[in-house]
């Protein structure tokens, strides 16, 4: 009996757990305090703070199955998904790794003995072939003298990308950084397949399917492409779980091995589909494993960064669902059935199931209307485009903001006979990508960090000036001996009471000083691996590497930022009271004059809701409790109920931050010593930051007080306004709105009574083109917002008409154009408005029956609605 895509998954990390390996959990897709990185996209992520000799490993041999998701970068591969044997969005990458330990000989035997071992996955060794780098003979020899493999199925590959070193068998983890060679192990799907080998002009066919990559990591490649050894070489691996259970399940199709089987049997169900062998369903069951874990791992849809790229999944889905006749929700039902397909995978789905589905639901619910509303979009375009070709601009708009594959517009433009512009689409593409790029903060220049291998010992818990020692200067991202007088740079000490930017909280700034008046001015405080840099500039003397300096943070600026940190605690535990224990937190940032935190909840709180958190934390402040600090293994801490950030690394001893019985949580940061010292706490907004996401600002101390303050001082300020004092205030605004109604009934009479009589003026100078009633006037009335009231009175009294109308106000021209429903099939009020825009240098839009627009040239208005006559009848037949 063929092995389950579970029992492949567990029998791998069983074998290797056997050869001495640590099996550790799949990291989240989402890795915290990584910025060069969208999603988790391969197995070595997690590990790659010890690849770069940023951290010390806890174990040298460790083995994973890895969730991953490639969407983006150069692993953009989302309109094959679906439509090809092996593309996904969402995959699980098998992995082992060592540190240091074994290197290329052992690799390469373990990997032969899982694949090929009755006792494991008991593939033929003829079906094998192996691929290594043309220069590592290592490698070679190992294949060909230890395992035996003949000569004729290990290929050698050179550099066949164009440079040095750029070869589908040399492996890097970007420009800068370690890298090495690597050998891929392929497998033979039969000569019935199509395909020749890796290496050959046809070796993008799918006979031979690569299975395994084990990546050798020796080198460090810098920024000129100098290539440095690895004090310690590593290994990485990586191999595709749906291929290799493709493989031993005897199937060509990722798509075919049990897994997919039962979701897409799900999808069939529960879409109650006909079309049983619809690319769609394939399209849906890869969907529908990337959002679930998405959202499991913490993001929610909305239109930034990741949370865009989860919403554009949950919208290609569900347009592939009513694709397939879908008359209602049908996403969120497929996450018990892929919680069942996954089987030990799926542990994180079970945990959040709920959420997972709540969350699509809503999506769903959202993504229908927009659906719809893209469709009416597109028939408008279509209705207004001129010629026969649908712009590449309004394409893109359709597949970026509503997610219509630029396929279904194609399909609907060919029913109308009308063509698409491509090249305008791509254009557009490819400009958003390169804002998306400019724009989302992940970079990859490891070099910058690489070997900053210094150790800071951070001494701010109990104390806010010391004596250290200068460990390095960097200066223009390079490593110097001395830095001088008004220079910027980063300057790292052995020891040092400067909190570094973390946890929410922001870095410390203060000064550095030392002989003869020499002062570094600290600007902020960062992390670099283990040290501790501070940012900033030298306004006097110079300072260089082994100079003992005086370290002194701004004691007020701390003293602030320590009141809001442990006031977020304190707001944390008082929303869980007020709004149940489903509040988690999404992020935060503390300063010195305000605290921000984002949390989950799917609504607004209410008025009296926030005012009940701000009456719980300041009674917690005037109870003027010790804050204690308690170190302790993580395990006991989660034990005893300290809530962790979500995402967030922590190490096996955890600080853990103790609030009498009213908070605990994992916290680094700095705290005050009892809450009295925090003062006052108000709330000073509350506000959605994403779908899911609520924001609440906050202030404390001082702070507090004059936003309290503010108010009564408004109030005030109004009394004295209107006349009147506190007491009366009331009373005296309730009779000036009164009154104000009044004045505004008077002016709506007046301004009804002016728009029937500009309409019988109006409908006296009618003319008649082509025997169509038309109308083109520049008037005079009050308001321009009276001009669609207008429009609409003629429509109603001539029934079949074109109108426009123009006034001037405040030195700008408002234009406004309408026709009737029966005439629109000639002209519609959006192209008519066109003309005349584009003539006065404005702007505007609107609907077929209905546009209306601003201009600035008011010269050539008249010429304009001279001009117009002729416009509208050449159109008229």
């Known amino acids: 009996m063929s092995k389950s895509t579970a029992q492949i998954r567990q029998e791998f990390l069983n074998f290797f757990h056997s050869k001495g390996h640590q099996i550790i959990t799949s990291s989240p897709l989402i890795l915290p305090n990584d910025t060069t990185l969208l999603f988790t996209n391969a197995g070595m992520n997690q590990f790659k703070s010890i690849f770069l000799g940023q951290e010390e490993p806890k174990y040298t041999r460790v083995t994973t199955a890895q969730r991953c998701l490639r969407v983006g970068g150069k692993h953009n591969d989302l309109e094959k998904v679906g439509y090809t044997a092996r593309h996904h969005t969402f995959f699980e990458m098998l992995g082992n790794f060592s540190f240091g330990d074994y290197f290329k000989q052992e690799a390469i035997s373990f990997a032969w003995e899982l694949l090929t071992s009755p006792k494991w996955f008991g593939l033929p060794k003829h079906k094998l072939l192996v691929t290594v780098y043309a220069e590592d003979n290592e490698a070679f020899n190992i294949w060909a003298k230890n395992i035996g493999l003949p000569l004729d199925r290990i290929i050698r590959i050179g550099n066949n990308k164009g440079g040095p070193y750029a070869s589908d068998n040399f492996w890097q983890m970007s420009e800068t950084g370690p890298c090495g060679p690597c050998s891929e192990i392929f497998f033979d799907h039969g000569d019935h397949i199509p395909g020749g080998v890796p290496g050959s002009t046809e070796e993008n066919g799918d006979r031979y399917i690569e299975i395994w990559n084990l990546v050798f990591m020796q080198f460090n490649r810098k920024s000129d492409g100098t290539m440095i050894p690895l004090p310690t070489p590593a290994v990485d691996t990586g191999m595709g779980l749906e291929r290799i259970a493709a493989v031993i399940q005897n199937v060509h199709s990722n798509y075919n091995i049990d897994l997919f089987k039962a979701l897409i049997k799900s999808i069939i169900q529960i879409t109650g589909t006909t079309k049983i062998h619809d690319q769609s369903l394939h399209v849906i069951a890869d969907h529908i494993r990337s959002c679930a874990f998405l959202i499991a791992d913490g993001v929610l849809p909305s239109n930034e960064n990741r949370s865009y790229v989860l919403r554009r999944l949950i919208r290609r889905a569900i347009r592939h669902g009513y694709t397939l006749g879908a008359q209602k929700g049908f996403f969120f039902k497929l996450v018990s059935p892929l919680i069942h397909a996954m089987n030990e995978g799926a542990e994180i789905l079970k945990k959040n199931q709920d959420k997972v589905e709540e969350v699509l639901k809503t999506e769903e619910e959202k993504c229908v209307k927009i659906l719809k509303n893209g469709l009416l979009l597109l028939n408008q375009e279509l209705r207004k485009t001129p010629g026969n070709i649908l712009n590449g601009k309004v394409i893109f708009r359709l597949y970026d903001t509503f997610g219509f594959p630029v396929e279904l517009i194609e399909d609907i433009c060919n029913e109308r006979h009308i063509s698409i512009d491509k090249v305008g689409f791509t254009l557009a593409m490819q400009e958003q990508r390169q804002k998306a790029r400019n724009a989302s903060g992940f970079n990859t220049n490891y070099n910058n960090i690489l070997y900053i291998t210094h150790k800071s010992k951070f001494k701010g818990y109990d104390r806010l000036q ?219 907004s509350e506000s959605g930051n994403a779908s899911g996401i609520r924001r609440i600002e906050a202030v404390t101390g001082e702070e507090a007080l004059l936003h309290i303050y503010y108010p009564y001082d408004t109030l005030a300020e109004i009394a004295q306004l209107v006349k009147s004092n506190h007491r009366n205030l009331y009373k005296k605004v309730n009779s000036l709105i009164a009154y104000t109604h009044t004045l505004e009934k008077q002016l709506q009479k007046l301004q009804n009574q002016q728009i029937i009589q500009e309409s019988l003026l109006l409908r006296k100078q ?112």
């Open 466 to 684: 010391l004596n250290a020692i200068i460990s390095m200067i960097i200066v223009n991202e390079e490593i110097v001996d001395t830095i001088y007088s008004g220079q910027d740079g980063i300057i790292i000490l052995d020891y040092t009471p400067f909190y570094p930017e973390g946890g929410g909280q922001i870095g410390d700034i203060g000064t550095l000083k030392a002989h003869h008046d020499t002062c570094f001015i600290i600007k902020n405080t960062k992390k670099y691996s283990q040290a501790i840099g501070h940012i900033g500039t030298l306004s006097h003397g110079k300072l260089s590497t082994g100079d003992t300096v005086l370290a002194q943070v701004d004691e007020p600026n701390q003293t602030s930022i320590r009141l809001n940190h442990s006031a977020t605690h304190l707001l944390q535990a008082a929303l869980r009271l007020i709004l149940g224990p489903k509040v988690m937190q999404k992020g935060s940032l503390i300063t010195a004059q305000s605290l921000r935190f984002d949390f989950s909840y799917d609504q607004p709180m209410t008025q009296q809701e926030i005012r009940q958190v701000e009456i719980i934390i300041n009674k917690q402040i005037r109870r003027n409790v010790p804050i204690e600090v308690h170190i302790m293994e993580l395990n006991k801490a989660i034990s005893l109920g300290a809530i962790a950030l979500f995402n967030e690394k922590y190490d096996q001893y955890v600080r853990v931050l103790k609030i009498d019985d009213f908070s605990i949580e994992l916290c680094g940061g700095t705290h005050a010593h009892r809450t009295g010292d925090i003062g006052l706490f108000h709330i000073t």
């Open 766 to 877: 009618s003319i008649t083109i082509k025997n169509t009633k038309i109308i083109i006037s520049h008037i005079n009335i009050l308001e321009p917002k009276m001009l669609r009231i207008l429009v609409d009175n003629l429509k109603h009294h001539l029934g079949s008409t074109i109108i426009v109308l123009a006034m001037i106000s405040n030195g700008k021209i408002s234009l406004i154009t309408g026709v009737t429903k029966d005439l629109i099939h000639h002209i519609t009020a959006t192209h008519l408005l066109e003309y005349l825009a584009k003539q006065v240098h404005g702007k505007g839009g609107g609907s077929p029956y209905l546009a209306q627009a601003t201009g600035i040239n008011i010269e050539a208005l008249p010429t304009a609605l001279t001009n117009v006559k002729s416009w509208i009848s050449d159109r008229l037949n």
